[in-house]
């Protein structure tokens, strides 16, 4: 079974450009995810799809940041412009969606993520 | 708030040492889930183990053994007999129940270097 799949693996960029991330999760994973993983420290969670559904965007920085999931499959993490600060690891990973409440705790599947550095 | 603390933040042993990582959470929540992330330096997060709440069973997994304490919030991961391969940063995760668990918190990460 293929695992997440990211591109580009490594994006290299002058400050104030635009840029973009896909994401290709799963298949049959209904549940995506888009992470901030800066230079020695954890992942944080800048966005989750249930479907097409944006269920919690609280972290996304909506000025510059944006992404869409059309037709609840893959997904585009843009950023315009870009700043010297955006530089750090995309991650996306997928999991299976909640079928009732009592569904929780499913184990997150990750892409190897892309690299951006921006100068 | 929900927040994972992983006070090593680089451990180096000898190859067939045992190691042991340290993850200390705070929630508030009676049920969650917690959760070992392995990075290795291909990048790609890989899912070790998952364990919710109301399970305080200790889980031995071949070389691989984690030890869940609720009394003091903490779950350790310990690596038996550790080999070259186990380099790697480890994570440990929080679920947050808020989220229908669907949203991790991670702590910052143990860097493990195991030397030949």
């Known amino acids: 079974e293929a695992g997440v799949v990211q591109s580009p693996r490594y994006k290299i960029i002058e400050k104030k450009q635009p840029v973009a991330f896909w994401c290709n999760p799963i298949?049959?994973?209904?549940?995506l995810y888009w992470y901030l993983q800066n230079l020695g420290q954890g992942p944080e969670l800048l966005i989750r799809?249930?479907?097409?559904?944006?269920?919690?965007d609280s972290q996304l920085p909506k000025d510059r940041f944006s992404a869409e999931r059309l037709k609840g499959v893959d997904s585009t993490l843009k950023i315009q412009p870009a700043e010297l600060g955006d530089s750090a690891v995309y991650l996306c990973?997928?999991?299976?969606?909640?079928?009732?409440?009592?569904?929780?705790?499913?184990?997150?599947?990750f892409g190897p993520g892309t690299r951006l550095t921006v100068l | 708030a929900q927040k994972v603390t992983q006070a090593q933040t680089e451990i180096s042993v000898v190859e067939k040492e045992d190691v042991t990582l340290d993850c200390v959470y705070e929630?508030?929540?009676?049920?969650?889930?917690l959760f070992w992330y392995k990075q290795p330096p291909s990048g790609e997060l890989v899912f070790l183990i998952r364990?919710?709440?109301?399970?305080?069973q200790n889980e031995i997994s071949g070389r691989y053994s984690w030890n869940f304490q609720k009394s003091t919030s903490s779950f350790n991961f310990t690596i038996t007999a550790s080999q070259v391969v186990d380099s790697a940063v480890y994570f440990c995760?929080?679920?947050?129940?808020?989220?229908?668990?669907?949203?991790?918190?991670f702590g910052q990460g143990t860097r493990l270097t195991i030397n030949p």
């Open positions: 364990r919710n709440s109301f399970d305080e």
């Open positions: 995760a929080l679920s947050d129940p808020l989220q229908g668990a669907q949203k991790l918190v």
């Open positions: 990973a997928s999991s299976l969606g909640r079928a009732s409440q009592t569904q929780v705790g499913n184990e997150q599947f």
């Open positions: 929630t508030r929540d009676t049920t969650y889930y």
């Open positions: 799809y249930e479907n097409e559904e944006a269920v919690d």
């Open positions: 298949s049959g994973h209904n549940t």
